[in-house]
């Protein structure tokens, strides 16, 4: 389960400001002793000239905190330890004040000055999330499709002027920028409390290698791979327990395919050496499939219907005795025979057939222009 926001930002908050105290604790001691010193002392030893009487504790360190920023409420003494108190203390502390005080107030009360470092403290508070390395093309719309499907996200990018760095920010989603080779970035994007790493940068051996160490740092962590060469693919996931690598001309060949046919595809993918496609078909009015129920469609032709819309519903699971009616839409899983079949029933057969006609026609065309 994940933190509500505002308890995320106060977590982010506070271990921004502990990073920050770390970074500078010299300065902050130095002024704290400072401080205490010059409270003490006047304390101790500072009296009114008028009256002869003590300051108290709050007194004390008021003076003593106003000396520091080269200002006084007290009449200069006569004692000579105290008077270089008063000279020496608002040295010290403009010093101190200048190096280090300042920048810790800055830094503390102005973290847009500061984003590189915020954005590794909003990470540090993220669990069972999903960390993407590399945000270019691919990265950027896997991002979206992650958010869309409620996943919490961190991201890691080498570029600095990658285009879609300010767009995924104000998604919200958190990205860190360095190399995701480098296991301290795998560290500060939490990988060794995620529950998946997508890895799709330009490089093969630099994706596998990413893997790898996120693999070390958490062992049952779920990896996905992005990779050009298809057999190195299948090594890596046979040799190195990947539980997904995806070779991407592999994955874009089946649809690149199907499209080159008549045939209309959404997506296309291999099960084993099975092609199966996903596509979209619209009951049209009076076709055969107007008045058929899910069931008969899929029986007869050797598919499986996976979502319908009809003019009131949106139906992810249909029941078998859905009716089909005009206009409705399917959305099934079948081959590229089982498709023609049932767009032909569908009443989408002579749509396509004019279509074709017009394509042979400028095909034709372009075939007489060429042969010039």
């Known amino acids: 389960m994940q933190p509500p926001l505002s308890r995320r930002y106060l977590r982010a908050l506070w271990r921004d400001t502990r990073v920050l105290v770390r970074q500078f604790r010299v300065s902050l001691l130095l002024f704290v002793l400072l401080l205490s010193t010059g409270a003490v002392s006047l304390r101790l030893f500072y009296l009114y000239p008028d009256s002869g009487q003590r300051l108290s504790w709050a007194e004390s360190l008021h003076a003593a905190f106003k000396l520091i920023f080269l200002e006084t409420v007290l009449p200069f003494p006569g004692d000579p330890g105290l008077q270089i108190l008063f000279?020496?203390?608002?040295?010290?502390?403009?010093?101190?004040?200048?190096?280090?005080?300042l920048r810790f107030g800055v830094g503390l009360f102005n973290r847009r000055e500061r984003k590189e470092a915020w954005q590794v403290a909003i990470a540090s508070t993220f669990r069972d999330h999903i960390v993407v390395c590399g945000l270019g093309r691919i990265g950027y719309r896997v991002v979206k499709e992650l958010l869309r499907l409620g996943e919490e996200i961190v991201g890691i990018e080498y570029d600095a002027k990658n285009p879609f760095l300010e767009d995924i920010r104000q998604m919200g989603v958190p990205v860190l920028l360095g190399d995701a080779r480098k296991r301290e970035m795998l560290e500060s994007a939490q990988v060794q409390e995620a529950s998946a790493i997508v890895v799709c940068t330009e490089d093969d051996l630099t994706n596998l290698d990413i893997a790898l160490d996120a693999r070390e740092l958490q062992p049952g962590i779920k990896v996905v791979l992005r990779m050009f060469d298809s057999q190195l693919a299948e090594r890596v996931r046979r040799g190195f327990d990947i539980?997904?690598?995806?070779?991407?001309?592999?994955?874009?060949?089946?649809?690149?395919?199907?499209?080159?046919?008549?045939?209309?595809?959404?997506?296309?993918?291999?099960?084993d050496d099975v092609l199966m496609n996903a596509a979209r078909v619209t009951v049209r009015a009076g076709s055969p499939l107007e008045g058929c129920t899910i069931a008969q469609v899929e029986s007869d032709l050797d598919l499986t219907v996976?979502?319908?819309?009809?003019?009131?519903?949106?139906?992810?699971?249909?029941?078998?005795d859905v009716t089909l009616g005009a206009n409705n839409c399917l959305v099934v899983f079948a081959s590229l025979k089982s498709l023609a079949r049932l767009r032909e029933m569908g009443g989408e057969q002579n749509?396509?057939?004019?279509?074709?006609?017009?394509?042979?026609h400028r095909q034709s065309w372009l075939t007489r222009l060429l042969s010039r």
């Open 306 to 320: 996976v979502l319908h819309r009809g003019a009131d519903t949106f139906d992810p699971h249909p029941a078998p």
């Open 243 to 271: 539980h997904t690598a995806f070779s991407t001309s592999a994955l874009a060949a089946p649809i690149f395919a199907a499209a080159a046919t008549q045939a209309q595809i959404d997506h296309s993918f291999y099960v």
């Open 351 to 360: 749509i396509h057939s004019q279509e074709e006609s017009s394509g042979s």
């Open 87 to 101: 000279i020496l203390t608002p040295l010290v502390g403009l010093a101190v004040v200048a190096d280090g005080v």
